[in-house]
T-cell receptor, first 110, second 112 residues
Framework: GQQVMQIPQYQHVQEGEDFTTYCNSSTTLSNIQWYKQRPGGHPVFLIQ?????EVKKQKRLTFQFGEAKKNSSLHITATQTTDVGTYFCAGFFGNEKLTFGTGTRLTIIP | DAGITQSPRHKVTETGTPVTLRCHQTENHRYMYWYRQDPGHGLRLIHY???????DKGEVSDGYSVSRSKTEDFLLTLESATSSQTSVYFCAIRRVGDTEAFFGQGTRLTVV
């Protein structure tokens, strides 16, 4: 079936270290989105990438969409305690079926 | 935050009983989704709706049914709850032409 996998499932980093999560789709995507879920909260939209090879930045966060539009990555530079949470990528399979990845839970060690 | 409300927020029910979760929106968005979240599985799509009375299955639809008789309400029913349906359930809405989804606060369901 249509799948979106993310690695790693968990990541523990010291505060100030960098963090990267990778997202891979079983099929080519028209666009990819990233969401963040704080502990005990609900997913919140961060950004959308549409073009092959696209790179977008939000302060310390860098998002990249692969050339084949089947993979993506989120990189956080110099993590802070506010970065704690689970990060999900998501894509559309068909026009309406919004499918989420398995998520990467980030824990920060102060 | 988008006007989306899930009810109840918490529920404990017994195996074999029917359960209905409600998602209510005030945004008049066309698309509505039900997901379940379990450790190691991320957010898995159960059912979604692309309009009143228009619904389709997601990847984990077995044991679940949905109904959307009004734009603002999307109901998820577990006809006969099982322990494997213990989970956190999220509803999401999306506007036509947009890709961003807005989530409700979630419903924590425990089946004992």
């Amino acid at each position: 079936g249509q799948q979106v996998m993310q690695i790693p499932q968990y990541q523990h980093v010291q505060e100030g270290e960098d963090f990267t999560t990778y997202c891979n789709s079983s099929t080519t995507l028209s666009n990819i989105q990233w969401y963040k879920q704080r502990p005990g909260g609900h997913p919140v939209f961060l950004i959308q990438l549409v073009k092959s090879g696209e790179v977008k930045k939000q302060k310390r966060l860098t998002f990249q969409f692969g050339e084949a539009k089947k993979n993506s990555s989120l990189h956080i530079t110099a993590t802070q305690t506010t970065d704690v949470g689970t990060y999900f990528c998501a894509g559309f399979f068909g026009n309406e079926k919004l499918t989420f990845g398995t998520g990467t839970r980030l824990t920060i060690i102060p | 935050d988008a006007g989306i409300t899930q009810s109840p927020r918490h529920k404990v029910t017994e195996t074999g009983t029917p359960v209905t979760l409600r998602c209510h929106q005030t945004e008049n968005h066309r698309y509505m989704y039900w997901y379940r979240q379990d450790p190691g599985h991320g957010l898995r799509l159960i059912h979604y709706s692309y309009g009143v009375k228009d619904t389709d299955k997601g990847e984990v639809s077995d044991g679940y049914s949905v109904s959307r008789s009004k734009t603002e309400d999307f109901l998820l029913t577990l006809e006969s709850a099982t322990s494997s349906q213990t989970s956190v359930y999220f509803c999401a809405i999306r506007r036509v032409g947009d890709t961003e989804a807005f989530f409700g606060q979630g419903t924590r369901l425990t089946v004992v």
